[in-house]
């Protein structure tokens, strides 16, 4: 095969190609071969047309097939280039015939990327050399053969924006069915106004001008089109502010109107479609809403914008390529005030009604920390007894400072206070202390020891103190004192005052003989003061207690004519002068019954009209007498306390117990006897009496050193009342009870019977007729002998039954089940509630009782089930009735509510754990068990927590009389109340045991998983 070079016409690139195919001839009778012949044709691209894939992208003819047949025999098969430039090709193609003229028949495959993108076919002829070269043309390229038509076509983008001098490729999309195709699609793409669309490619290049355009694609030969508007417009040169400039708002918020600038172009007008970005200022909380936006066809951007929580000026910008930035000036201002703190002054000093050192100045702040200006401050003064202050309402300045005018102290000494607040909002107050001192020294006072009276030669009692004062009276620290005496000694002649003025001379001893004396106290800066002390009889130096009594007496004991008697250092008496009576201390007893100061007789006594009680616990018990003005004079009397008599008898241990008749109870009465200070008190002999026909080991013991004694031990009699009384002299006696327990049944012992099932209830009407459900509808009868199958009619999981009884059962289960045994068959009755039922009992045929989950409570009224209001929604897993007005319902979270009759109410339980079970034997007496072994008694006013002993989840409780009660639970779990206590018992298995009856005082049944059931007998 040979191709000839290509040529170009007017009309555009054509493209001619020959190939010659060689092979043998006909015969033709000893003449050699015939020359070979040409088919010439011409092909068409087909103007403005474009393959497109179902991506969008454009497909490219690059090649043609041409393939040549006469009849079925192929004589020519070839492939040419197809440039992307050229509208049509024309090819010419050599096949070598035996024949002078031959009809060809020719197809056409265009293919791209290997792929036959359109075909076309007809008949060509093939003529020799010598004849006319006409060519013939094929026609326009067509779908293959069975490609999918589309429904619709759409192109895209629907609505795009183009620049001056840019270009797109709409994007072909072809649906049929609802469902994109996947193979090339055939359109052809055209444009309105100048719009530049390549033929063979289908780009779309704008003018440079502002416009718009529709581009349309359709589909050649069908009704498939559309379109898209084309908006094309000269690039942006630069932003300018629209509106939001110059705003200001409150650091850290949003500022009022947004920030719009306009992207414009050269020529003023508005640019769309160019991305725009926003910045925020460097500074902490500054952000923009919107970072990047796009200008819409008014040339319109814009963004929220925050300012910084830093009160300051500052600007956000607007940037986009090719163009310079735009700012945006806006202004953080300070918000509220949220602090105010004190920026000088806080502590300072001053003398005393004088200004301090440092005025207040305080500072107001954001909540951002930036400084308030403008904010109105009161100053006021913390005590306002003290000194004065001026300009209290002010303003904060421009950097958020106040500051107070004049403050002058007050004329004490200490701490003066003024208080700083923001009036609104309320803030503060701040603190400003200054520490007051003292003036200047205006006098010296005397301040103790002054007219005294004493013996010759004897130091007086009380020290010689002056104190130095200003002209307010504050103490001034610091100063000198010299003390001069006009006769005796001092301790000291020169002091200092401390800190609160005082100065002294410590003590003055007198000089000999009688008479007046003076000590004087001078300090630089005011007149002194003189001291006067008198030497004389009459000093009292002596005081004496007597007709005290006994030095050791016990606690009853009281003294009574108690006498003191004074004297002077002459040891004459003094008359006139007041002695008191004082017990040291609360444990020294009291003064009662009369006063306890008297007044000295001319004898220098005085009998006391009061008596000291001694106190209440054994001990040293001291009285002192002393003298009104001579604190150090007294005289003191200690009496050695001992336990009283007998004054109580109290029970200590042995009362309220219970037994077997004719049995000795495990605790002895035992007494402890009491002085009435509540002492102890040993070696007191104490009585014990038995009535009731029981009898004490001891009648008569003697209390130990704990007051202690002990009746031996007690048997009881064969009934009744059972009592022991203990008597000791004096004293009313203690008597203790007890009660005759009745007999406790043996326990039973467990046996397995287990069959198939998963059983969760069982109840029994006798001996010979127990019933038992499981899940899938399950039910087993006990007949006395075996336990049967009965037919339940549904496969709903049960979770209870009860019998009332061998004619009359009823059970529950999920859903809101509820079936009823007549006899002979199982009857569904409509409980009204979808919720599962847990659990049901009978107070009669025609009064029941269900509950379930969500709170849920049915009862049964002789003809219909009705809901009953529970007061809660969590799941109750069990009910018991000791009668129509005495119901118990437990449920998840340690709920108990409680049927009085009325309504149900709740009753605390005290625990938050699951409880399970409830059974009632009268109504003031229940039993509930639940999780963690928890045991619940109700007593008729409280419910009482029981220890079980176990850790096990306790499923079920029954109870035969009030002392034979038994609870099951998790891992074969079997627990026995006997009366006293709870007691684990041996079930022989480790299943979980989630149901019991009592079907007679001697026979019981356990059932629970795996179809275990436990047989209980005794």
Not at 28 to 36: A, E, I, L, N
């Amino acid at each position: 095969m040979h191709l000839r070079s290509l040529r170009s016409t007017p009309l555009g690139r054509i493209a001619v190609v020959a190939a010659t195919l060689w092979w043998g001839c006909a015969d033709t009778g000893g003449v050699g071969p015939r020359p070979p012949r040409m088919a010439s044709f011409a092909l068409s691209r087909g103007p403005d047309v474009v393959m497109q894939q179902a991506s969008g992208r454009p497909t490219v003819v690059t090649h043609v097939r041409i393939r040549l047949r006469d009849d079925t025999l192929l004589v020519a098969d070839t492939v040419a280039a197809f440039p992307r430039t050229a509208a049509s090709l024309t090819v010419q193609v050599v096949v070598g015939l035996a024949a002078r003229t031959r009809s060809l028949r020719a197809t056409v495959e265009y293919l791209g990327a290997s792929e036959v993108l359109l075909q076309t076919a007809g008949v060509v002829t093939a003529r020799s050399a010598d004849e006319p070269a006409v060519g013939d043309t094929l026609p326009p390229p067509v779908l293959p053969p069975g490609t999918p038509v589309p429904d619709v076509i759409e192109v895209f983008p629907r609505d795009t924006i183009l620049f001056q001098g840019d270009s797109m490729l709409p994007r072909v999309t072809a649906i049929r069915g609802g469902a994109t195709l996947s193979t090339v699609t055939y359109v052809q793409v055209s444009a309105a106004s100048d719009v530049l669309v390549e033929p063979a490619s289908g780009w779309v290049h704008v003018p440079a001008r502002r416009g718009a355009a529709w581009v349309r694609v359709r589909i050649p030969g069908t009704t498939l089109r559309d379109s898209v508007l084309v908006r094309f417009q000269p690039r942006p040169s630069g932003l300018v502010i629209a509106s939001g400039g110059n705003q200001s708002a409150t650091a850290g918020t949003t500022l009022a109107q947004p920030l719009v600038a306009r992207v414009i172009a050269s020529d003023g007008q508005p640019v769309a479609g160019v991305a725009v970005s926003f910045a925020a200022p460097v500074a902490p909380g500054a952000a923009v809403a919107t970072p990047v936006a796009i200008s819409d066809s008014t040339g319109l951007v814009r963004t929220q914008a925050t300012v910084s929580t830093v009160a300051a000026a500052q600007a956000f910008t607007a940037t986009a390529a090719g163009v310079a930035p735009l700012a945006f000036p806006a202004m953080s201002l300070p918000g509220a005030p949220a602090q105010i703190i004190a920026d000088a002054g806080a502590t300072t000093t001053a003398t005393a009604s004088s200004p301090v050192a440092v005025r207040p100045m305080v500072r107001v702040r954001d909540t951002h920390g930036n400084s308030v200006p403008d904010a109105s401050i009161v100053f006021r003064r913390a005590n306002v007894a003290r000194g004065t202050i001026a300009d209290s309402a002010l303003a904060t300045d421009a950097q958020g400072l106040a500051m107070l005018g004049t403050w002058v102290a007050g004329p004490e000494v200490g701490e003066d206070t003024v208080l700083a607040a923001v009036v609104s909002p309320s803030l503060g107050p701040v603190r400003f202390v200054a520490t007051v001192a003292p003036g200047a020294v205006a006098s010296i006072v005397k301040a103790g020891g002054d007219a005294q009276d004493g013996l010759p030669d004897t130091v007086l009692p009380e020290s010689l103190v002056v104190q130095v004062r200003d002209a307010f009276g504050n103490g001034v620290p610091g100063q000198s004192v010299t003390f001069s005496a006009s006769g005796g000694t001092l301790t000291r002649t020169v002091a200092t005052t401390n800190a609160n003025g005082l100065a002294s001379a410590g003590l003055w001893t007198l000089p000999s003989g009688f008479g007046s004396r003076t000590v004087t106290a001078t300090v630089a800066g005011a007149s002194p003061v003189a001291f006067t002390a008198t030497t004389a009889a009459g000093v009292p130096t002596s005081v004496q207690l007597s007709n005290v009594g006994a030095p050791s007496d016990t606690i009853e004991a009281q003294r009574v004519g108690i006498v003191g008697t004074l004297r002077d250092g002459m040891n004459q008496p003094l008359a006139g002068r007041t002695l008191r009576l004082r017990p040291r201390s609360p444990q020294s007893g009291s003064i009662v019954a009369g006063d306890s100061v008297g007044t000295t007789s001319a004898a220098g006594t005085v009998t006391f009209a009061g008596r000291w009680q001694l106190a209440a616990a054994p001990g040293a018990d001291t009285l002192d007498l002393v003298v009104d003005g001579v604190p150090s004079l007294r005289d003191s009397a200690v009496v050695m306390v001992g336990p009283g008599r007998p004054a109580s008898l109290t029970r200590t241990a042995g009362d309220g117990q219970s037994g077997p008749a004719a049995t000795a109870l495990p605790t002895a009465p035992q007494v402890q006897v009491t002085d009435r200070g509540g002492n102890a008190l040993a070696g007191e002999t104490v009585t014990f009496s038995a009535a009731g026909g029981g009898t004490v080991t001891v009648t008569s013991a003697t209390t130990d050193t704990t007051g202690r004694a002990s009746a031996g031990s007690w048997t009881l009699g064969a009934s009744g009342t059972q009592t022991v009384t203990a008597s000791v002299a004096g004293v009313p006696g203690a008597t203790f009870t007890a009660t005759i327990a009745p007999t406790v049944p043996p326990p039973f012992t467990w046996g397995d019977v287990s069959i198939i099932g998963e059983f969760y209830g069982v109840d029994c009407a006798g001996p010979t007729f127990c019933v038992a459900v499981a899940d899938g509808g399950i039910i087993r009868r006990w007949n006395g002998t075996a336990w049967l199958s009965m037919t339940s009619g549904t496969t709903t999981n049960l979770r209870n039954v009860a019998c009332v009884s061998a004619t009359d059962c009823v059970v529950v289960g999920e859903g809101g089940l509820i079936r009823r045994w007549n006899g002979s068959t199982w009857v569904a009755q409509s409980s009204g509630t979808t919720q599962h039922l847990r659990d049901v009992t009978c107070v009669t045929a025609s009064d029941c009782v269900a509950v379930g989950d969500g709170g849920t409570i049915r009862r049964w009224n002789g003809s219909s089930w009705t809901g009953q209001s529970s007061g809660t929604s969590v799941q109750m897993f069990d009910v018991a009735c000791a009668s129509s007005a005495f119901c118990v319902a437990v449920g998840n979270s340690g709920v108990i509510r409680q049927w009085n009759g009325t309504a149900w109410v709740g009753h605390a339980s005290g625990t938050p754990l699951d409880l399970m079970d409830v059974t009632c034997v009268v109504s003031n007496d229940c039993l509930v068990v639940g999780d963690a072994g928890t045991i619940l008694r109700w007593n008729g006013t409280a419910w009482n927590a029981q220890a079980s002993g176990v850790s096990a989840l306790l499923h079920d409780v029954a109870c035969a009389a009030p002392e034979d009660c038994w609870a099951v639970g998790t891992n074969g779990t079997i627990v026995r109340w006997n009366g006293a206590a709870w007691t684990a018992q041996p079930s022989g298995v480790s299943r979980r045991l989630r149901a019991l009856a009592l079907a007679s005082s001697g026979l019981a049944y356990a059932v629970g998983e795996t179809g275990t059931i436990l047989r209980g007998a005794r």
